[in-house]
């Protein structure tokens, strides 16, 4: 029930065009859900997030689109660039005790946009 | 302002031997995670700080331990070392939990035992 599933492993997109990467999660306790970006040599850095009452969230060239019945998110990268080549990382949020939130990681994307 | 730092950055170490890991958090962030990220299992809970308290551990065995400092400062230290324990060791910090959760990550330490 910590799981979140990541697909797909890896994406190879052309340069304009659309980058698709799905998740999904079991566990209702989850409220928060992350997307984070990791290059190369880098930790992960926040890309964008979404809560559950929310079925679409957009920042620029990102969106995050959430399908709470379906306990499904995906995040979109429009116009992909070569330089949205990274690591892309689904995550969940829910409460752990003791004051504590605990984030459940999926197990990463590589993305490599080609021109 | 200054992001999370972890010291050292590389380390190379042999089986049985213990290693000890540094991590200064963003100013003002009070919360340190640890988390290990390996190519096959991704990143992993390892454990949470705040205020100098370990208030959440994931499933790791009792060879992970960690502590924090009244600086807010952590670190982490595992000992008897095995092959397995090679992984990216990232850090992150936040203000604390809450409604939203930004945890901002360090660049890691990149471990090897060999």
């Keep these: 029930q910590q799981q979140v599933k990541q697909s797909p492993q890896s994406l190879i997109v052309q340069k304009g065009g659309i980058s698709i990467i799905n998740c999904a999660y079991e566990n209702t306790a989850f409220d928060y859900f992350p997307w984070y970006q990791q290059f190369p040599g880098k930790g992960p850095a926040l890309l964008i997030a979404i809560r559950p009452d929310v079925s679409e969230k957009k920042e620029g060239r990102f969106t995050i689109s959430f399908n709470k019945s379906a306990k499904q998110f995906s995040l979109h990268i429009m116009d992909s660039q070569p330089g949205d080549s990274a690591t892309y990382f689904c995550a969940a949020k829910r409460y752990s005790g003791a004051g504590s939130y605990q984030l459940t990681f999926g197990k990463g994307t590589k993305l490599s946009v080609i021109p | ?114």
Aim: charged letters at 15%; proline letters at 4%.
């Design chain 2, 1 to 114: 302002k200054a992001g999370v730092t972890q010291t050292p950055r590389y380390l190379i170490k042999t089986r049985g031997q213990q290693v000890t890991l540094s991590c200064s958090p963003i100013s003002g962030h009070r919360s340190v995670s640890w988390y290990q990220q390996t190519p096959g299992q991704g990143l992993q809970f390892l454990f949470e700080y705040f205020s100098e308290t370990q208030r959440n551990k994931g499933n790791f065995p009792g060879r992970f331990s960690g502590r924090q400092f009244s600086n807010s400062r952590s670190e982490m230290n595992v000992s008897t070392l095995e092959l397995g324990d090679s992984a990216l060791y990232l850090c992150a910090s936040s203000l604390a939990g809450g409604r939203s959760y930004e945890q901002y990550f360090g660049p890691g330490t990149r471990l090897t035992v060999t």
